[in-house]
């Protein structure tokens, strides 16, 4: 799967902090700087906030307190257009099921307003072993088939930046690998993985970590 090197880009958080009920906060005083080839991890136990984090990371839920800015080759990017940048994967995250892979890639194509490209859907297929499948409903692949094709749908725009909140859930030996190859290949290629886990493959692979557990 190639890719061509990511432009300069960084995503800031000052100070972030979140909480739903007043008082109570899920985590707080999160300061990081990601920016290219950074495989970044945020840890912590169950319920420690990983997945909220992430979110708003990827700004589709607003921190309670602090500030986050992203930019691309210096100029700031609204994070109304952030999800341009950005591919998320995720065990609940739902996918159409009704369709099969390639009508699924198709139709997210037109939402994304990006031109639908054929051969990265096939590469992307290929990768992930179910070039096989793509013309059988999603609805009949297995859990770990559907993980797998979170991540052809996240991949599909070649994002500037990834989340994978706990990525390897439901695959098997060969689809831990081919996560670990991407995650790699990204980091190689000047873009950034973030990856919310307390899988020990996992962290293994980060460069840096945030325990969630320093922050309440």
């Known amino acids: 799967m190639g890719m061509e090197v990511m432009d300069k880009f960084e995503l800031s958080a000052i100070g972030l902090a979140k909480s739903f009920v007043a008082g109570e906060y899920i985590f707080k005083n999160i300061s990081i700087n990601i920016t290219n080839g950074s495989i970044?991890?945020?840890t912590g136990d169950n319920g420690s906030g990983k997945s909220t984090l992430m979110k708003v990371l990827c700004g589709s839920t607003h921190p309670t307190d602090g500030s986050m800015g992203f930019k691309a080759n210096g100029n700031s990017i609204?994070?109304?257009n952030f999800h341009r940048y950005f591919g998320y994967v995720a065990p609940y995250l739902n996918i159409y099921e009704?369709?099969?892979p390639l009508e699924h890639l198709t139709i997210l194509a037109k939402i994304r307003g990006i031109g639908y490209d054929g051969n990265q859907a096939k590469t992307l297929l290929n990768r992930f072993n179910l070039f096989n499948r793509r013309h059988d409903e999603i609805k009949t692949f297995s859990s770990g088939m559907k993980q797998r094709m979170k991540f052809i749908i996240a991949l599909q725009h070649s994002p500037a930046?990834?989340?994978l909140d706990e990525p390897s859930t439901n695959l098997d030996a060969a689809g831990v690998e081919c996560f670990r190859e991407v995650t790699e290949e990204y980091s190689?290629?000047?873009k950034a993985v973030i990856i919310a886990t307390?899988?020990?493959r996992e962290k293994a692979l980060?460069?840096?970590t945030v325990d969630l557990s320093d922050y309440k």
Do not use: S, W
């Open 206 to 208: 980060c460069k840096r």
């Open 40 to 42: 970044f991890g945020i």
């Open 98 to 100: 009704e369709f099969t």
């Open 188 to 190: 190689k290629a000047g």
């Open 198 to 200: 307390n899988d020990a």
């Open 161 to 163: 930046v990834l989340f």
């Open 78 to 80: 609204d994070f109304d």
